[in-house]
């Protein structure tokens, strides 16, 4: 089996449960009687969390002497506490279960990400191909649970994500390739590690791109916690709430198959803005309740607003980090977009969701604007 296939059938183990767990386990936690609020709570603790596991994370993965070994502990722990989610009952016990769980699974694609981008340098595949399969398994779960939800009770969600993770681990072990942290098979000593870290801090232009694409990917927070609540309670139904998620989804891998050859030409800042824009067009529009056949091509943008600027971000990184610190750039940049920014979003989205409900999306327009003022400060240096 080629190395993108095998590459990809990985992250597709990954995205097939958060293509489930994503939409619909908000909608899990409320059949269990949680109010908006509780439930924007515990969405957003283990992104907040994050900030500081993943970092920490980066530097116990590159202890080991393969990249593959701390993917499979890590899938493990994740699978066991989704576990426990449904071994459990109350706010605090599900708040506990859940940070654990989500904030290991959300380690796994920065981790499989270093690995990923290294191998397609040396082996001359497409890094964006390998990417993309995973993002097809989140259509199908996506597809498939809202198909499933029509007829089966809200459990189905956290049986698939228990599920999900459990091949994640197992896919790590047996299908990842056995590429070593550093080429000559021994990982670096510890002091090396922590001063990867001590490096990303006293680099502006890393800090910079950290902070502004970050905080653009962040403003999906809305959208990823409570937009097949507001859907519902449009009248539109689980499966065209699948499908709508589905076209945003399909169009991103789109992006990333056939897009190559843009993105090689465009500078990487000018990407994250140019998703930025996406952004804004898309939340702008959406906190209005648009009618479900404009939601389809509202939908359609998110191949831009998140696509192009999480590639371009990856891009970014990748050219102001330092090689000694490559993995602790890429988790410290995901922690950063999908862990505090978007948590604190995911935070706000809750108590934003209960006051205005559908315009609670502006804040995420606002936000928008934050992040390009950001991302500005990079396009204007030479």
């Not at 859907?231 to 897009?259: D, P, S, T």
Request: net charge positive; with cysteine; proline share 6%.
């Amino acid at each position: 089996m080629s190395t993108p296939l095998r590459l990809g059938l990985y992250y597709a183990a990954i995205f097939i449960g958060t293509g489930a767990s994503l939409p619909y386990m908000p909608v899990w936690f409320r059949s269990q009687g949680l109010s908006g609020a509780e439930i924007g709570v515990i969405l957003a603790a283990p992104a907040l969390v994050r900030i500081v596991v993943s970092p920490l994370a980066a530097v116990w993965a590159d202890g080991f002497r393969l990249r593959r070994t701390p993917l499979v502990l890590l899938g493990i722990v994740a699978t066991l506490a989704y576990a426990a989610l449904g071994l459990t009952h109350g706010f605090t016990a599900w708040l506990l279960a859940w940070t654990i769980a989500a904030s290991m699974l959300g380690t796994l694609p920065s981790l499989a990400d270093v690995m990923g981008l290294r191998l397609s340098r040396r082996e001359g595949f497409s890094y964006p191909f390998a990417r993309g399969l995973g993002s097809v398994a989140f259509v199908a779960g996506n597809l498939g649970v809202g198909a499933l939800l029509t007829i089966a009770a809200p459990d189905l969600i956290l049986f698939w994500t228990i599920a999900a993770a459990a091949l994640a681990a197992l896919f790590a072990g047996v299908l990842l390739p056995p590429e070593p942290v550093l080429e000559g098979g021994e990982p670096p000593p510890r002091a090396a590690r922590w001063r990867g870290l001590s490096d990303l801090a006293r680099n502006r232009g890393f800090l910079i791109a950290v902070v502004g694409s970050g905080v653009i990917q962040a403003t999906h927070a809305f959208y990823y916690g409570f937009s097949a609540l507001l859907w519902r309670k449009q009248g539109i139904g689980e499966a065209w709430i699948g499908a709508l998620w589905a076209v945003g989804v399909v169009l991103e891998v789109a992006f990333m198959w056939f897009g190559d050859p843009w993105r090689r030409r465009v500078r990487p800042e000018i990407m994250v803005a140019v998703g930025g824009a996406a952004a804004l067009v898309r939340w702008t529009a959406l906190a209005f309740s648009p009618p479900l056949w404009l939601l389809f091509p509202l939908q359609g943008l998110h191949s831009i607003s998140f696509t192009a600027t999480f590639l371009g971000s990856l891009a970014l990184i990748e050219r102001y980090a330092p090689p000694h610190a490559a993995s602790a750039a890429q988790t410290v940049s995901s922690a950063c977009a999908g862990g505090l920014f978007i948590g604190l979003a995911t935070l706000a989205s809750g108590s934003l969701f209960d006051a205005f409900g559908p315009l609670g999306y502006l804040g995420m327009t606002a936000m928008t604007l934050g992040g390009l003022a950001v991302i500005a400060l990079i396009i204007r240096r030479p």
